[in-house]
């Protein structure tokens, strides 16, 4: 099966590239919508983080940098049919079910989880989460080395 409309979720860290990289030679003539998302619901791992006006600007701003980055990225590439979004409120939720209705995405791509098994079983993952409830295709691809 051919994708045309693929959402590749990333998170602003180092294996963001990894992903596009990865993206970009398997699926080379289809549209990409990068995303990141941040996380506004104000949970954390082992609590919650207070969630004031400057907490979500330097959020945004991280998440605007990370976004403009994969951009160039890929460009640099050689893919020119790409976008790229933020979005405010639960990674979870946005990656899984808004983001793919909102843009008609058929595949979703994302990284595995680089969590402890500590932290997977207090969050969960957002991998797991999408996998179980996504309406379209979901590819988790590994971005690190076993």
Known sequence: MAYNNILVAIDGSEVSNTLIKKVVAFAPDSHIDILTVVDTTGGGYFGSIAMNEDVVYQ???TAEKAINES?????????????IHVRFGSPKRVIARDFPKDHHNDLIVIGETGLSRLQRAMAGTVPSFVTQVSKVDVLIMRTFEK
């Open 71 to 83: 951009f160039d990225y890929a460009k640099s590439l050689g893919h020119n049919d790409v976008d």
């Open 59 to 61: 959020m945004e701003q």
